[in-house]
């Protein structure tokens, strides 16, 4: 198995779904109205796709292995991916063994520093990286969950994400995070207007199942204090992502304002350990929400989460399916984890980066048993039915 060396790298981009989970077609609860930072212009108000949410589209890295094995990982940067991968990255794994992945994540990240350290380039580096730990369990015949410790517990329990928590209540999650519909832009009326939402969905699930806002980075520290203090009373559990991501202070501002109990979350657009620390020695969150497919990879995550947990922060990845299953199983600081209702109307559970892979499991009554994972690496395949092209070569 040492002498198992990589042969060669390829990158792919696909339109429609996928990891790039935006990219839908109209009518979809993810396309409607939901407070962003592009909320302030009525033009850009209505959808996101109005400012080009969709424009990256899905990246496919395939990973090929002297001994013919393929490992894959899919992440959100198109084709500008694409290009770092051939035209960059694959320089540091082609002829390399299979296993000296902290090796190529460094050479990786200190190659792009000049035009990297967060954004694309890290989303292209989770992909490679995510590949290559899928290569790995693929060879060793082991699911990723095993080489990174193994499951510390029987099973994943999920909150759901989407339009309709009360529907996910039925369906057997432990709670529902909504998008925040209006932002400042829409001034008091839009403040009450989310406070009503929130009312009537507690109303739909009754006291004991969790509530929580999305917020999209789209909110002052003034605003998301008056809606935590108006929230508190309809047992808001956290508000996510209130600021921009760069406004570490805002968060920190904000932790200290909002009611006694209630969570601030953040991070699923903060990349690397540096970016984490920020926000774990500014203590601006309770969570931390890294996206495994955009904060650096498994890899990367490995470190990012000792160092929450070192602050007794908690680790709940945002999205990213397997990707982030297999990692949450083999911590105790990731109690439960994200599923992302990617049914048009939020009413049904389908796979989160459906069409794109195949074998992908979902949460039967809000939960997964281990064995759902028990297959080698990420343990999911490439739908064939999706058309790849692979816009550079190397
Ligand atoms: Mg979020």
Redesign the pocket.
């Known amino acids: 198995m040492t002498d198992v060396t990589i042969k060669q790298v390829r990158a792919y981009t696909v339109r429609g779904g996928g990891a790039d989970y935006h990219d839908q077609s109209e009518g979809h609860w993810i396309d409607g109205q939901i407070s962003t930072p592009m909320s302030k212009y009525p033009e850009y108000r209505m959808n996101r796709r109005s400012f080009g949410l969709n424009v990256l589209g899905t990246l496919v890295v395939e990973v090929e292995a002297s001994d013919g094995t393929v490992g894959f990982a899919v992440t959100t940067a198109g084709e500008i991916g694409a290009f770092i991968v051939e035209r960059h990255l694959a320089r540091f794994l082609e002829g390399r063994k299979i296993t000296e992945i902290e090796k190529m994540w460094d050479q990786m990240f200190n190659a792009t520093l000049f035009y990297g350290r967060k954004g694309i380039v890290i989303n292209t580096i989770s992909g490679v990286d995510l590949a290559l730990w899928d290569l790995l369990g693929k060879v060793r015949g082991e699911p990723v969950h095993e080489l990174l410790g193994g499951a510390v517990r029987d099973e994943l329990q999920f909150y759901a ?1 989407g339009a309709r928590p009360d529907l996910a209540r039925d369906m057997g999650f432990i709670g529902g ?1 909504m998008p925040l519909a209006h932002g400042p832009a829409e001034g008091n009326e839009g403040l009450t207007r989310n406070l009503e939402h929130l009312a009537e969905m507690r109303s739909r699930v009754g006291d004991d199942f969790w509530l929580m806002y ?1 917020c ?1 980075m789209s909110l002052d520290v003034n605003y998301a204090t008056r809606l935590a203090q108006g929230a508190s009373e309809l047992g808001l559990k956290w508000i ?2 209130a600021l921009p991501p760069d406004d570490y202070w805002g968060y920190a501002e904000l932790k200290r304002n909002v009611p006694k109990g209630m969570l601030v979350n953040t991070g ?1 657009h903060e990349a690397t350990r540096w970016g984490f620390r920020l926000l774990m020695e500014m203590d601006c969150c309770d969570v931390i ?1 890294p996206d495994v497919g955009w904060c650096g990879g498994v890899t990367e995550l490995i470190k990012i989460s000792a160092l929450a947990d070192a602050h007794n922060k908690l680790v709940v990845p ?1 999205g990213s399916s397997v990707y982030s299953y297999h990692f949450v199983i083999t911590r105790h600081n990731s109690p439960f984890a994200e599923f992302l209702m990617m049914a048009p109307k939020a009413d049904e559970v389908v796979p989160m980066f459906h069409p794109l892979l195949l074998d992908e499991p979902v949460p039967s009554h809000g939960r997964m048993s281990v064995s759902a994972l028990d297959k080698p690496g990420f343990g999911v395949r490439l739908n064939p039915e999706c058309e790849l092209s692979r816009p550079y070569t190397h």
């Open positions: 994400t995070k999305d999209w996510e992502e699923e929400q945002h």
